[in-house]
C-alpha cells in the first residue's frame, strides 16, 4: 500500500470520526434543550408552587396565621373567607402542577419523587390516622381541583404542551359562581369542609385537619429539598423548615419512607429497596412470614445483598392501595 492510499484512508477514517464526534455533540445539545424546556416548562413552576404551599402551611401550623386570618376578615362569609379560598387555590395549583410535572417533565421514573408523590397522595386520602375529612382529597378530587387552576395554554411542539395557573382572582370568580362548569366540584363535601375548617379555627391547635397538614409540610419540605439540590438552585427564602409532627402514630407514617422506598412499580410487580434487609437476618425472616400471610401476592423475592423486595401480585389492584399495604407490611416486620 502506497502512501498516498494510506493518506487516503487515514483521512477517511479522520472524516468518520469527526462526523461521530459532531453528531454525538448535536445529540448532547438536543437532550440539553429538551431538558431546559421541560426545567422552564414544569419543573420551575412545580417548585415554586411547593414553596408557596408549605411556606403557608408552615404559617398555619407554627406562626398563627389563623388568627390574622381572623383578624383580617372577622365576618362570616357564605363559602370561604378570601384567605381560606387562597389557601385551596394553592392546594389546587400544587395538583395540577404535580400532574403536570410527573406527566411530561424530567421527573417521571425519579424513585424518590415518586416515593414522595405516593406519601402525599397517601396522606391526602388517609382516614384512619388523620380523622376528619377537612383537607381530605380524593385522586380524583385533586385531579379536578389540579385541572382548574392549571390549564393547558398551548404547545411548543408535539410532546411539550405549555401550562399556565390562573391568578388567584379569576379562581375566587369562579368559585362563587354558581353557573361555573366547576360548580359541582366547588361545592362538594371535600372543598366545603376544607373551607369551614381554616374559617372556623382560630389558632392551629383547633384546626381540623392539623395533623393531616403537618405531615403533608414536612413531606412537601423533602420534596423540595430533593428538587432543589437535583436542578442546582433554591426557591426558598431563609431556609426550609418543618411543622412539629405531634402523635406517634403521624410520626411512624413519616418514618416510613426511612424504613422503604419505592424502586419501581408497574401494574402487578413492585420493587421496593430496603436497607435493613443487609444486616439483620431476623428481620428479613420476619418480613418472609409476614408476606407469605398477604393474599393476592403472587410470588415475592427478598434479596439481602441488594436490599431489595419484588412483589409480584394481582394486577387488577390499584398500585396505590397495593403499596400502601405492602409499606405498612414492611413497617410491622420492622418492630422488634
Not at 274 to 282: C, G, P, Y
Not at 310 to 321: H, R
Request: glycine share 6%; charged share 25%; aromatic share 10%.
Amino acid at each position: 500500500m502506497n502512501p498516498a492510499q494510506i493518506l487516503s484512508i487515514l483521512s477517511g477514517l479522520a472524516a468518520v470520526v469527526w462526523s461521530v464526534l459532531t453528531w454525538s455533540e448535536e445529540q448532547h445539545k438536543q437532550r440539553q434543550l429538551k431538558r431546559d424546556q421541560e426545567a422552564a416548562l414544569f419543573v420551575n413552576p412545580f417548585l415554586r408552587t411547593i414553596e408557596e404551599l408549605q411556606t403557608r402551611l408552615y404559617g398555619i401550623l407554627e406562626e398563627d396565621e389563623l388568627n390574622f386570618y381572623r383578624q383580617e376578615y372577622p365576618d362570616r362569609h357564605e363559602f370561604g373567607s378570601p384567605a381560606a379560598i387562597e389557601i385551596l387555590y394553592h392546594l389546587s395549583q400544587y395538583f395540577g402542577w404535580q400532574h403536570r410535572t410527573y406527566r411530561y417533565g424530567p421527573y417521571t421514573k425519579d424513585p424518590t419523587v415518586i416515593e414522595l408523590a405516593r406519601q402525599i397522595g397517601e396522606t391526602f386520602e388517609n382516614r384512619k390516622q388523620f380523622p376528619g375529612d377537612a383537607f381530605r382529597f380524593t385522586v380524583n378530587e385533586r385531579a379536578s381541583l389540579g385541572e382548574v387552576v392549571v390549564r393547558h395554554i398551548g404547545d411548543i411542539n408535539a410532546i411539550l404542551p405549555v401550562f399556565n395557573s390562573i391568578p388567584l382572582f379569576q379562581f375566587e370568580e369562579e368559585l362563587s359562581n354558581e353557573q361555573s362548569r366547576h360548580a359541582v366540584l366547588f361545592r362538594s363535601k371535600a372543598v366545603r369542609d376544607t373551607l369551614s375548617a381554616i374559617d372556623n379555627a382560630d389558632k392551629a391547635d383547633n384546626l381540623e385537619g392539623r395533623q393531616r397538614l403537618a405531615v403533608l409540610q414536612n413531606l412537601l419540605v423533602d420534596l423540595q429539598s430533593y428538587l432543589e439540590t437535583a436542578e442546582g438552585f433554591s426557591v426558598s427564602i431563609g431556609g426550609l423548615k418543618k411543622a412539629k409532627v405531634e402523635g406517634i402514630c403521624f410520626r411512624s407514617f413519616l418514618r416510613q419512607c426511612d424504613i422503604a422506598r419505592i424502586l419501581h412499580q408497574t401494574p402487578g410487580r413492585i420493587r421496593l429497596g430496603i436497607t435493613r434487609l443487609k444486616t439483620d437476618s431476623a428481620y428479613a425472616d420476619r418480613l418472609q412470614s409476614l408476606l407469605g400471610s398477604i393474599e393476592n401476592i403472587r410470588s415475592f423475592r427478598i434479596n439481602t445483598a441488594a436490599a431489595s423486595l419484588t412483589v409480584c401480585y394481582n394486577p387488577d389492584i390499584p398500585g396505590t392501595e397495593f403499596a400502601t399495604r405492602i409499606m405498612k407490611t414492611v413497617e410491622d416486620g420492622s418492630r422488634v
